[in-house]
């Protein structure tokens, strides 16, 4: 469905509210379809655009008809010809339907005051007493031709979701809160916008939002020596406002890996602290990822395949399925289903990326009340990422000595490398053989579940959990690798080669949390309209980083030590020696360790190495500086551990029939921060952070606003203001 808004701002001018949709004349039949109706008690304005949008109907009508008229809440499965008995009846208002068209028009009732009365009241009231109609038509006889509606001249404003942005966001209160009268600095991207820009990552998304970027985690130069336009260095993150920036699946977990827009519907991109609903954030301001959710209304099936001038192929597709259950009640059930698999290829020639992945989303709605909401996301990258390589070679040597420590880029550039690899080095696979030979596989798993409830007119809740896991092998060279000539230093090759150090780098994230967010809308006093919104989470992340490289083993697996040695860097273990790599003879996708997941036993020049941490702990160096016994002590060890627990309340209020907003909101964080295994380090935080901001609407176009908010940083406790 498509909402479109006409106004004029004109003293006492004709304001029209029209809802269009696709309606069939049956709608207004007496054997019409029912739907699941849930319209709380609120203004006349309000409960016909709610109406329009849940029975699909084209509603026509005046804010200076309806204004002053309150409509009771209707709850339940109605037609919509009940429905809009229900709500009008006895209100001095009539919907006139047209048979033909499926359009109503709400006018007062004839003989009704100028000002209808404001009234109350509750759904159990009779339909009988409805206030609907039906328009002549020619089949009457001479009545057949209706009274025309006047119109005045009125602006067209889209306020669809549907459209390259999107009118309303969840990501700031935790409620459906419409942008325009919330006071944040904030962009929303549509999966319509998202599918023709060709977007596939969020990194390619955020290009195209203002005042944002992304960088990699490793590389992101532009200089000789880093990367260009077009290389794919590393898992992309955000940037905002010049600073790093988070990002939240659908403003609640933590994303891990799934950079792949594949389950993504929009984009939110919020600026400023945003600890009301997020916590401890960065002062840039938050990314939020809000997924796909499977439609009760319609099943559908979408399949893509895409390829491009470097090679790269990607296969995704996408099925919809919805179906009402058996029984009293109309309960709805639908699934939704999405997969990829990429293979995407850059213009280095060794610059690649594998990748699969697979998102499902089931909803229940149990009733028209709640409705039940589950998904899990799973994610597998594997990135070969190359770098720069450098030249090794004497300063005084007559035929490279010209040629010492520059970029071979350069070389290149001035056609200067034919002696390499007999002339078969090019710019394009320059990066083959690396500074830095790094490669990266990351698996990913997200699984949530809420619970949407409205208990009575005037409550709405929503209950969050869920759990992530990342875990990311980075496997590379070690750094300040060289492209050494032939004869100059250890290398034995004979030819130009690359000597590797092989070392992995683990990583593994793990994050377990819940939210709840209760909204409350109270009820208009004079000018005056509040909601109020209190929530409460808690959250449980671990972070483990520990380097491993591989240590000689003997003939029944056990590594070899020296006891005498236990409490160096290895543990008393023998490291497996560097490799050197000649592109030239070797082939350029690099030595079979960097091809594919690093195997956990590697066998060279007669002896085996087994993979391992670099550091083992042990008993008898437990101290209390090192409480797990670590050799070489605990330094450079990175696990930390943090458990946060908190409360929220926020205030958004509409001044003067909305022509003014605020909102003010509050929040409280008991944070404890574990560095391990240093537990001496360990940190507690209660703090409070808040937001309060103001919006004028100045138009309905222009709206001035301001803004305030603040969060805290675990690491240090400073306090970041916006």
């Known amino acids: 469905m498509f909402l479109l808004a006409f106004t004029r701002a004109l003293p006492r001018a004709l304001r029209l509210v029209l809802a269009l949709a696709v309606a069939s004349p049956a709608l207004f039949a007496a054997g019409a379809e029912k739907k699941d109706f849930n319209l709380p008690?609120?203004?006349?304005?309000?409960?016909?655009?709610?109406?329009?949008?849940?029975?699909?109907?084209?509603?026509?009508?005046?804010?200076?008809?309806?204004?002053?008229?309150?409509?009771?809440?209707?709850?339940?499965?109605?037609?919509?010809?009940?429905?809009?008995?229900?709500?009008?009846?006895?209100?001095?208002?009539?919907?006139?339907?047209?048979?033909?068209?499926?359009?109503?028009?709400?006018?007062?009732?004839?003989?009704?005051?100028?000002?209808?009365?404001?009234?109350?009241?509750?759904?159990?009231?009779?339909?009988?007493?409805?206030?609907?109609?039906?328009?002549?038509?020619?089949?009457?006889?001479?009545?057949a031709e209706p009274e025309p509606l006047q119109l005045s001249v009125?602006?067209?404003?889209?306020?669809?979701?549907?459209?390259?942005?999107?009118?309303?966001?969840?990501?700031?209160?935790?409620?459906?809160?419409?942008?325009?009268?919330?006071?944040?600095?904030?962009?929303?991207?549509?999966?319509?916008?998202?599918?023709?820009?060709?977007?596939?990552?969020?990194?390619?998304?955020?290009?195209?939002?203002p005042g944002t970027g992304a960088f990699l985690l490793s590389g992101?130069?532009?200089?000789?020596?880093?990367?260009?336009?077009?290389?794919?260095?590393?898992?992309?993150?955000?940037?905002?406002?010049?600073?790093?920036?988070?990002?939240?699946?659908?403003?609640?977990?933590?994303?891990?890996?799934?950079?792949?827009?594949?389950?993504?519907?929009?984009?939110?991109?919020?600026?400023?602290?945003?600890?009301?609903?997020?916590?401890?954030?960065?002062?840039?301001?938050?990314?939020?990822?809000?997924?796909?959710?499977?439609?009760?209304?319609?099943?559908?099936?979408?399949?893509?395949?895409?390829?491009?001038?470097?090679?790269?192929l990607r296969f995704e597709g996408e099925v919809n399925a919805a179906a009402r259950l058996?029984?009293?009640?109309?309960?709805?059930?639908?699934?939704?289903?999405?997969?990829?698999?990429?293979?995407?290829?850059?213009?280095?020639?060794?610059?690649?990326?594998?990748?699969?992945?697979?998102?499902?989303?089931?909803?229940?709605?149990?009733?028209?009340?709640?409705?039940?909401?589950?998904?899990?996301?799973?994610?597998?990258?594997?990135?070969?990422?190359?770098?720069?390589?450098?030249?090794?070679?004497?300063?005084?040597?007559?035929?490279?000595?010209?040629?010492?420590?520059?970029?071979?880029?350069?070389?290149?550039?001035?056609?200067?490398?034919?002696?390499?690899?007999?002339?078969?080095?090019?710019?394009?696979?320059?990066?083959?053989?690396?500074?830095?030979?790094?490669?990266?596989?990351?698996?990913?798993?997200?699984?949530?579940?809420?619970?949407?409830?409205?208990?009575?007119?005037?409550?709405?809740v929503l209950v969050q959990g869920g759990y992530s896991y990342d875990d990311r092998i980075r496997y590379n060279s070690g750094s300040g690798t060289n492209l050494t000539p032939p004869g100059v230093g250890a290398n034995p090759t004979g030819e130009w080669a690359v000597q590797l150090t092989p070392s992995v780098d683990p990583i593994r994230t793990r994050e377990r949390a819940w939210r709840a967010i209760a909204n409350i809308d109270v009820p208009r006093w004079r000018f005056i309209k509040h909601e109020i919104s209190v929530g409460a989470e808690t959250r449980r992340s671990s972070s483990r980083q520990l380097g491993e490289r591989w240590f000689e083993i003997d003939a029944g697996g056990d590594f070899i030590r020296n006891p005498a040695a236990l409490n160096n860097g290895f543990s008393g273990r023998t490291a497996m020696p560097s490799l050197w790599w000649a592109p030239g003879s070797q082939g350029w996708d690099g030595p079979e360790i960097f091809q594919s997941r690093p195997d956990d036993v590697i066998e060279l020049d007669g002896r085996r190495y087994r993979r391992d941490s670099v550091r083992n702990a042990f008993p008898q160096f437990v101290t209390a500086e090192n409480p797990l016994g670590f050799s070489n002590g605990s330094a450079g060890i990175n696990w930390t551990e943090r458990d946060n627990h908190a409360g929220f309340v926020a205030l958004n209020t509409e001044w003067f029939d909305g022509r003014v907003d605020s909102l003010?909101?509050?929040?409280?964080?008991?944070?404890?921060?574990?560095?391990?295994?240093?537990?001496?380090?360990?940190?507690?935080?209660?703090?409070g952070s808040y937001m309060y901001g103001l919006n004028w609407h100045l138009t309905r176009q222009l709206t001035a606003y301001y803004a305030h908010s603040t969060s805290f940083q675990p690491s240090t406790g400073l306090t970041t203001e916006n």
């Open 220 to 312: 992101g130069t532009s200089d000789v020596q880093g990367n260009q336009a077009g290389d794919r260095i590393g898992t992309a993150v955000g940037s905002l406002r010049g600073l790093s920036v988070g990002t939240r699946r659908n403003g609640f977990l933590a994303n891990g890996s799934s950079f792949d827009g594949f389950s993504k519907d929009r984009v939110e991109i919020i600026r400023g602290p945003q600890a009301l609903l997020y916590g401890p954030t960065n002062a840039s301001g938050i990314i939020v990822l809000n997924t796909k959710r499977p439609s009760f209304e319609r099943d559908s099936l979408r399949a893509t395949v895409r390829t491009d001038s470097e090679g790269s």
């Open 154 to 209: 009125f602006e067209v404003a889209a306020t669809a979701d549907d459209t390259y942005g999107s009118a309303t966001s969840t990501s700031i209160t935790g409620t459906r809160k419409e942008l325009r009268r919330l006071p944040v600095s904030a962009e929303i991207m549509s999966r319509s916008l998202l599918d023709d820009l060709g977007a596939l990552e969020i990194r390619e998304i955020l290009e195209f939002a």
């Open 41 to 143: 008690a609120d203004s006349a304005e309000r409960s016909l655009w709610r109406f329009s949008t849940q029975a699909g109907v084209p509603v026509v009508f005046s804010p200076e008809v309806v204004r002053g008229v309150r409509t009771p809440a209707v709850e339940g499965a109605l037609s919509p010809r009940e429905a809009i008995g229900l709500l009008l009846g006895g209100s001095g208002l009539v919907a006139e339907a047209d048979e033909v068209t499926g359009s109503m028009v709400v006018r007062r009732e004839p003989g009704a005051g100028e000002d209808p009365a404001v009234r109350g009241g509750e759904s159990g009231r009779s339909a009988a007493a409805s206030p609907v109609r039906p328009v002549a038509t020619a089949s009457d006889g001479a009545a």
């Open 326 to 460: 058996p029984g009293e009640g109309g309960k709805r059930v639908a699934l939704l289903v999405s997969g990829f698999t990429d293979h995407a290829k850059f213009w280095r020639e060794n610059n690649e990326i594998e990748s699969r992945g697979l998102y499902a989303a089931g909803a229940l709605r149990l009733s028209p009340r709640y409705t039940l909401r589950a998904d899990v996301e799973t994610v597998r990258r594997h990135a070969v990422d190359p770098t720069t390589v450098r030249l090794s070679a004497p300063a005084n040597n007559p035929v490279y000595g010209p040629r010492n420590n520059l970029p071979l880029r350069l070389l290149l550039r001035q056609d200067r490398a034919a002696d390499i690899f007999d002339g078969r080095l090019t710019y394009a696979n320059a990066d083959s053989f690396m500074t830095d030979m790094f490669g990266e596989i990351r698996d990913s798993e997200i699984v949530s579940v809420q619970l949407e409830g409205q208990p009575t007119s005037w409550l709405s």
């Open 664 to 687: 003010a909101g509050y929040r409280y964080d008991f944070l404890t921060n574990s560095l391990l295994p240093r537990p001496f380090e360990d940190r507690e935080f209660e703090k």
